[in-house]
């Protein structure tokens, strides 16, 4: 299971623990994935999908699972969410 929301990328970083001594060792960072099941009001279906928890937050921003994937280039997004998008803008051109 990749560590990578399927939104924006954001994925494991690593980096040092560091004790009281100084001593460095490696540790990971690991991002908050959720699975969650979004609304998409246009298409008047949800989309399941693995976010981080501050992705959530960005959603809500731009007004939702809609804006978000129509504020967004086709190159950052995965090719199923590309499909989604890609029925979002058909819907709103037919509206």
Do not use: W
Not at 3 to 16: D, E, P, W
Not at 49 to 65: D, F, P, S, V, W
């Amino acid at each position: 299971m990749a560590r990578r929301c399927s939104l924006t990328g954001k994925g494991v970083q690593a980096g040092n623990n560091v004790s009281h001594a100084n001593n460095k060792t490696r540790r990971r960072f690991l991002p908050n994935i959720q699975s969650r099941r979004l609304y998409s009001e246009a298409l008047g279906r949800s989309v399941r999908l693995k976010i981080a928890a501050n992705t959530l937050r960005t959603i809500e921003k731009r007004g939702g699972l809609d804006g978000f994937l129509l504020s967004s280039s086709e190159a950052t997004l995965p090719s199923e969410l590309v499909r989604v998008r890609r029925l979002l803008e058909a819907t709103k051109a037919t509206a």
